[in-house]
Protein backbone atom coordinates (compact mmCIF):
# COMPACT_ATOMS: atom_id res chain seq x y z
CA UNK A 1 0.00 0.00 0.00
CA UNK A 2 2.82 1.84 0.87
CA UNK A 3 4.76 1.75 -2.50
CA UNK A 4 1.80 2.69 -4.48
CA UNK A 5 0.98 5.99 -2.59
CA UNK A 6 5.07 6.64 -3.33
CA UNK A 7 4.32 5.70 -6.83
CA UNK A 8 1.51 8.10 -7.18
CA UNK A 9 3.81 10.99 -5.16
CA UNK A 10 6.38 10.48 -7.62
CA UNK A 11 3.91 10.71 -11.01
CA UNK A 12 3.67 14.55 -9.84
CA UNK A 13 5.25 16.91 -11.81
CA UNK A 14 8.76 17.75 -10.69
CA UNK A 15 9.36 21.27 -9.40
CA UNK A 16 10.74 23.64 -11.74
CA UNK A 17 14.13 25.34 -10.47
CA UNK A 18 14.84 27.87 -8.56
CA UNK A 19 10.74 27.91 -7.48
CA UNK A 20 9.02 26.46 -4.42
CA UNK A 21 5.73 24.07 -4.25
CA UNK A 22 2.69 26.08 -2.71
CA UNK A 23 2.28 25.17 0.56
CA UNK A 24 -1.22 25.19 0.92
CA UNK A 25 -1.40 22.70 -2.38
CA UNK A 26 1.00 20.43 -0.26
CA UNK A 27 -1.06 20.58 2.43
CA UNK A 28 -4.11 19.88 0.80
CA UNK A 29 -2.67 16.97 -1.01
CA UNK A 30 -1.03 15.09 2.02
CA UNK A 31 -5.07 15.29 3.93
CA UNK A 32 -6.29 14.00 0.80
CA UNK A 33 -3.92 10.99 0.23
CA UNK A 34 -5.21 10.44 4.23
CA UNK A 35 -8.90 10.73 3.49
CA UNK A 36 -8.35 8.46 0.64
CA UNK A 37 -7.06 5.66 2.82
CA UNK A 38 -9.17 6.14 6.00
CA UNK A 39 -11.70 5.54 3.02
CA UNK A 40 -10.50 2.69 1.45
CA UNK A 41 -9.70 1.49 5.31
CA UNK A 42 -13.57 1.91 6.30
CA UNK A 43 -15.07 0.07 3.06
CA UNK A 44 -12.22 -2.93 3.35
CA UNK A 45 -12.17 -3.60 6.90
CA UNK A 46 -14.80 -2.15 9.11
CA UNK A 47 -18.02 -1.89 6.44
CA UNK A 48 -17.90 -5.80 6.01
CA UNK A 49 -17.51 -6.70 9.70
CA UNK A 50 -20.58 -4.59 10.83
CA UNK A 51 -22.10 -6.33 8.54
CA UNK A 52 -20.89 -9.96 9.75
CA UNK A 53 -21.76 -8.47 12.85
CA UNK A 54 -25.19 -7.98 11.98
CA UNK A 55 -25.88 -10.85 10.06
CA UNK A 56 -24.62 -13.00 13.88
CA UNK A 57 -27.31 -10.90 15.74
CA UNK A 58 -30.38 -11.77 13.95
CA UNK A 59 -29.10 -15.51 13.34
CA UNK A 60 -29.08 -15.60 17.07
CA UNK A 61 -32.64 -13.79 17.72
CA UNK A 62 -34.40 -16.24 15.35
CA UNK A 63 -32.72 -19.97 16.33
CA UNK A 64 -35.66 -22.03 18.21
CA UNK A 65 -36.11 -25.44 19.46
CA UNK A 66 -35.94 -28.06 16.40
CA UNK A 67 -33.20 -26.01 14.35
CA UNK A 68 -29.84 -28.09 13.85
CA UNK A 69 -26.60 -25.37 14.70
CA UNK A 70 -23.14 -25.69 14.33
CA UNK A 71 -21.20 -24.53 17.29
CA UNK A 72 -17.71 -22.53 16.82
CA UNK A 73 -15.94 -25.48 18.54
CA UNK A 74 -17.37 -27.80 15.72
CA UNK A 75 -20.82 -29.40 17.69
CA UNK A 76 -23.60 -29.99 15.81
CA UNK A 77 -26.66 -30.65 17.24
CA UNK A 78 -30.88 -30.07 17.81
CA UNK A 79 -32.05 -27.16 19.99
CA UNK A 80 -33.89 -28.27 22.56
CA UNK A 81 -34.83 -25.03 24.19
CA UNK A 82 -33.76 -21.11 24.00
CA UNK A 83 -33.16 -19.38 26.84
CA UNK A 84 -31.82 -15.09 27.03
CA UNK A 85 -28.13 -16.15 26.88
CA UNK A 86 -28.15 -19.96 26.43
CA UNK A 87 -29.40 -22.63 24.37
CA UNK A 88 -29.93 -26.36 25.19
CA UNK A 89 -28.59 -28.50 22.39
CA UNK A 90 -28.92 -32.36 21.79
CA UNK A 91 -26.34 -34.33 20.12
CA UNK A 92 -26.17 -37.92 19.64
CA UNK A 93 -26.91 -39.09 23.69
CA UNK A 94 -25.48 -35.89 25.17
CA UNK A 95 -27.34 -32.71 25.83
CA UNK A 96 -25.00 -29.50 26.38
CA UNK A 97 -26.33 -26.48 27.12
CA UNK A 98 -23.85 -23.81 25.31
CA UNK A 99 -24.09 -19.83 25.15
CA UNK A 100 -25.63 -18.54 22.13
CA UNK A 101 -22.67 -16.61 21.37
CA UNK A 102 -20.96 -20.14 20.20
CA UNK A 103 -23.42 -20.70 17.61
CA UNK A 104 -21.89 -19.75 14.02
CA UNK A 105 -24.62 -21.13 11.91
CA UNK A 106 -27.93 -22.80 11.24
CA UNK A 107 -27.16 -25.62 8.83
CA UNK A 108 -31.07 -26.90 9.21
CA UNK A 109 -34.16 -24.65 10.35
CA UNK A 110 -37.29 -26.28 12.57
CA UNK A 111 -39.89 -25.84 9.61
CA UNK A 112 -37.16 -27.17 6.72
CA UNK A 113 -36.94 -30.70 7.95
CA UNK A 114 -41.18 -31.60 7.63
CA UNK A 115 -41.23 -29.78 3.82
CA UNK A 116 -38.10 -32.35 3.22
CA UNK A 117 -39.21 -35.26 4.93
Known amino acids: MMNLCLALLAMGAPAQPGTQENPT???LRTFGLMGGMLVIMYLIIIRPQRKRAKQLESLLKNVKPGDKVLTSSGIIGTVISVKDKSVSIRSADSKFEILKS???EI???AGDAAVQS
Open 102 to 104: TIS
Open 25 to 27: AAM
Open 107 to 109: TEK
